[in-house]
T-cell receptor
Framework: DAGITQSPRYKITETGRQVTLMCHQT?????MFWYRQDLGHGLRLIYY???????DKGEVPDGYVVSRSKTENFPLTLESATRSQTSVYFC?????????????FGPGTRLLVL | AQKVTQAQTEISVVEKEDVTLDCVYE???????LFWYKQPPSGELVFLIR??????QNEISGRYSWNFQKSTSSFNFTITASQVVDSAVYFC????????????FGTGTSLTVIP
């Protein structure tokens, strides 16, 4: 039972390149989330999705694009990577997205933008 | 303004010592939940506990205990008889009823347990 997986786990790219981070969950959770983790900031929400084809911005959405064509997948794309997007990216999911529900996290993707 | 404050950036203790990680939150909502997550050196985020705003009873799970005090807006986490495996970054988080699915995370406390 894989739960929630992310790929790649590590990525090095150059400024200006497009990068897509993948997230896959096997729980059939409705809600999925993307966070970035930076020193001194904790985790900040980038985008979230309530269901297939329904997405919404979080706290720090600029420079990112998401899509959700299937319930189990929630890719995050950096259309033109910048150095400030060097970070650790976490995908998370929760069953119905209600405030009282626990969010379960994937293992993270470490992204370095040169 | 920071909704969740973890003032302790780094803590070091010697194995078998007790340690308390502080979490102070800010909300105007009367209904909310608080969470603790552990991030070991391997990097994943592991859920530890969830507590709602109407339940101020302290909780104990093995060597872990949590003290929730609404009067001081705190949800502190104590590890008794710490072990090297407890070395990790610990995050406190808040979700509010009016905030929907938004989680507000603190900046984390890095705990090092020295053998």
């Amino acid at each position: 039972d894989a739960g929630i997986t992310q790929s790649p786990r590590y990525k090095i790219t150059e400024t200006g390149r497009q990068v897509t981070l993948m997230c896959h969950q096997t729980w059939s959770h409705s809600y999925m989330f993307w966070y970035r983790q930076d020193l001194g900031h904790g985790l900040r929400l980038i985008y979230y999705s309530a269901a297939a084809d329904i997405t919404d911005k979080g706290e720090v959405p600029d420079g990112y694009v998401v899509s959700r064509s299937k319930t189990e997948n929630f890719p995050l794309t950096l259309e033109s990577a910048t150095r400030s997007q060097t970070s650790v990216y976490f995908c998370a999911s929760s069953e119905s997205g209600r405030f009282q529900e626990t969010q379960y996290f994937g293992p993270g993707t470490r992204l370095l933008v040169l | 303004a920071q909704k969740v404050t973890q003032a302790q950036t780094e803590i070091s203790v010697v194995e078998k010592e007790d340690v308390t990680l502080d979490c102070v939150y800010e909300t105007r909502d009367t209904t909310y939940y608080l969470f603790w997550y552990k991030q070991p050196p391997s990097g994943e985020l592991v859920f530890l506990i969830r507590r709602n705003s109407f339940d101020e009873q302290n909780e104990i799970s093995g060597r872990y205990s949590w003290n929730f005090q609404k009067s001081t807006s705190s949800f502190n986490f104590t590890i008794t008889a710490s072990q090297v495996v407890d070395s990790a970054v610990y995050f406190c988080a808040l979700s509010e009823r009016k905030g929907g699915n938004q989680f507000y995370f603190g900046t984390g406390t890095s705990l090092t347990v020295i053998p």
